[in-house]
């Protein structure tokens, strides 16, 4: 399975799809593939709850919104392809939940990775805020693929 194909089937089981706007568990207007409303989305931005929107329209932010968190992924780790696939799949995954800003915060998590300690790595993961309280099963499914690789 290329870097991609796992990537896209990672990110549609955790963030599943939904053709209407709604508020994600952080109470933020979200729709499709767990895509983040943001002002240049236009008119959907100021829509209300319920609103449909289309496959066609889900299909667009995807694409868009994994070439933004592969591009945070190597941006954060220029020598991500010298890692095995998995680690570059788990942290692109992250970046598309967590964005960028919060990703960034996970500097011993981050540490762990460039020193390929991945054991480490994984246990920093599960230490953090994202782990404990905002999406613990998700973040302990990340962290296994980690750690299953040290």
Same mark, same amino acid.
């Given at each position: /399975?290329?870097?991609? +194909?796992?990537?896209?089937? &990672?990110?549609?089981? +955790? !963030?599943? !799809?939904?053709? !209407?706007?709604?508020?994600?568990?952080? *109470?933020?207007?979200t729709a499709g593939c767990g895509h983040l409303l943001i002002?240049?989305?236009?008119?959907?931005?100021?829509?209300?709850?319920?609103? %449909?929107?289309? #496959? $066609?329209?889900?299909?667009?932010?995807? !694409?868009?919104?994994?070439?933004?968190? &592969?591009?945070?992924?190597?941006?954060?780790? %220029?020598?991500?392809? +010298?890692?095995?696939?998995?680690?570059?799949?788990?942290?692109?995954? /992250?970046?598309? #939940?967590? *964005?960028?800003?919060?990703?960034? #915060?996970?500097?011993l998590f981050h540490d762990a990775i460039q020193d390929r #300690?991945?054991?480490?790595?994984?246990? $920093?993961?599960?230490?953090?805020?994202?782990?404990?309280?905002?999406?613990?099963?998700?973040?302990?499914?990340?962290?296994?693929? &980690?750690?299953?690789?040290?």
């Amino acid at each position: /399975m290329t870097f991609l +194909e796992q990537l896209t089937e &990672i990110l549609h089981r +955790e !963030e599943g !799809e939904v053709l !209407e706007l709604y508020n994600d568990h952080l *109470g933020k207007k979200t729709a499709g593939c767990g895509h983040l409303l943001i002002e240049a989305d236009g008119d959907l931005y100021h829509a209300p709850l319920g609103t %449909p929107i289309s #496959q $066609e329209q889900s299909d667009a932010w995807f !694409e868009k919104d994994v070439q933004t968190c &592969i591009n945070d992924a190597r941006w954060l780790h %220029p020598d991500l392809d +010298e890692h095995p696939q998995v680690v570059g799949v788990v942290i692109a995954a /992250m970046a598309y #939940q967590l *964005g960028l800003p919060s990703l960034t #915060q996970f500097r011993l998590f981050h540490d762990a990775i460039q020193d390929r #300690q991945y054991e480490f790595a994984a246990d $920093e993961m599960l230490a953090s805020k994202w782990a404990r309280i905002d999406t613990p099963a998700r973040a302990e499914r990340m962290a296994q693929m &980690i750690a299953a690789i040290a």
